[in-house]
C-alpha cells in the first residue's frame, strides 16, 4: 500500500513563545530550530516579523535550514489595501520560505472583534493569499476560531477556507483556537471541510484546553487533513498546543497511522526523540515532564516486583513500544517494593554480571530497603545506585581520599552598606602518594564545596574536566525519629550525559558533600579512570 504524506508544522517558536514565563532569545530560537529541522519538520514557524525586532532579526539570519521556514502575520486590515498595509509589507519583506497568515473565520468575531462586514473579511483573505502567492511564497491560511465558528454559522466558516484554498494557499489550517473542541465533533466538522477543500490542503492546529490536542489532531488526520500544526512538548499559553512528541511517536509507532502515512521524521531521528524533548526542557531551564509519553524519565519505569518480572521475561508484557526506539530507556526502579527482579535488571543494564540466588544480591537489596528506610530514594539516584551496586559486589578503585574539608559562610556589611554572603570551602584531598589542598569561593556554601573538590585531584582531574552540577535539589524529611536532609544533585558531561546522586545526613552539608563525592566517583567509573 503506498503511504500518504503528512506534514507537520512546528510553532513552538512563535505560539509557544507565548507561554507564560517562556523568553526566547535569538540565540535560542535558532538552536530550537536547528534541532527541528534535524528532526525531520518540514515547517517550522519563525515568529511574527515587523511586529517585534528579535523576530525581525531572526528573519533576516541565514539560517541554512531544509526546512520550510515560516513567517506569521495578520491578513490585511479592514478598509486597507493588500498594497498599502505595513504589517502585509514587513511580512513580504522577511527572508521566509513561506507566510502564514491568520484571520477570522467566526462571524461573531468579524462582527465584533473585526468591526467589519463578512465580505470585507473574506476581501482581505482573498487580497493577502494572492499577493504573497505574487511574491512567490508558499501560503498558509490560520482560520481562527474555526471550530467554534462552524458550529455558530458552517456556511461562512466552510466560505472562509475555501476561499483562501481558491486564492492559492497552499494549506488550509482549521484552529481550535479555544482548545475546547472534542476529538468526535473535529472528526465531524474536518470531513464536511474536506468535502469542500481536498484534505491535501487541510490543517489542523489544536490547542490542548481539554487535554485532548493529541487526539484532536489525529481525529482531523481520520477526516482527511494532511498537516498537523503542534510545538515541542505541548508548549503554549494557557494548556498548550498539540505536543508534536507525543504525535511523532504515535504516527511512528502506531499501525493505523505508520501503515498509512510517511513523515518526515525517519526512523533513525525519531531515536532522537527523547533527547529533543530534554533540549527544549533544558533551553526553557525546567525540570522536564517525568510522565511525558514516550520520552518523560518514567515513561519505562517500572516499580512494582510482579511487573518487573514479567518485563524481564518479555519486555512487551508491560510496554506498549519498545523505549529505545524513541530514544527513552527501560527504568525498573530499586525502591522499598523491588522484589528481586529489579535489582537483577538493573545490574545487567550497569553491566555487572549476577545470578538471581547470589548471597551478594540478596544483601544488596536488604541494604537498599535499609537505607530507604532512613531517607534514600534510589529510584531518583541512579547514578548512586550503580555505585552501590558496584561497591557490595567488590568493583569501585579508591580512587581519592578527602581527608578533611571544612566550609564557612560569611555574612558581612558591603561597601555599599549591603548584605553580602560569601562562601569559601578548604579540602585536604589525598590522591596516591600526593596530598592536595584547594580552595574555593562560592555563592553558597554547597558550590563553594563544589569547586574545591573538583578544583585539583591530581592525575584525575583530566577525566573530571567536563563534570558540571547542572541541578541542586533539597528535601528535609521525618525519617525515624528526627529529621534528616536529603539532597539530590544532578551532573552532566561533555557527552551530555545525565545522572544523579543523592546523600542523606541531618546535616545538609554533609548531605551535600555524599551526593558530590557520588558524582565524582560515578564519573571516573564511567570514564574508566584507572585505580
Ligand atoms: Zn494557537
Redesign the pocket.
Known sequence: MVRERLYLFD?TLR?GA?TNGVDFTLHDKLAIAAMLDDLGIDYIEGGYPGANPLDTELFAQDRGLKCTFTAFGMTRRPGRSAANDPGLAALLAAQADAICFVAKSWDYHVRVALETTLEDNLASIRDSVTRAVDAGREVLL?C?HFFDGYKANPDYALACARCAYEAGARWVVL?D?NGGTLPHEIETIVATVTAVVPGHHVGI?A?NDTEQAVANSLAAVRAGARHI?GTLNGL??RCG?ANLISLIGTLKLKAHYAGRFDIGVTDAKLANLAKVSRALDEILNRAGNRHAPYVGESAFATKAGIHASAILKDPATYEHVRPETVGNRRKLLVSDQAGRSNVLAELERIGIAAERDDPRVVRLLDVVKEREAIGYAYEAADASFDLLARRMLGRVPEYFDVTQFDVNVEQRIGPKGERVSVSMAVVKVTVGDEHLISAAEGNGPVNALDLALRKDLGKYQPYIKGLNLTDYRVRILNAGTEAVTRVLIESEDENGEHWTTIGVSPNIIDASFEALMDSIVYKLVKSGAPA
Do not use: S
Open positions: 510553532t505560539d507565548q490560520d481562527e484552529c483556537t492546529h490547542h500544526q503554549g499559553e498546543n
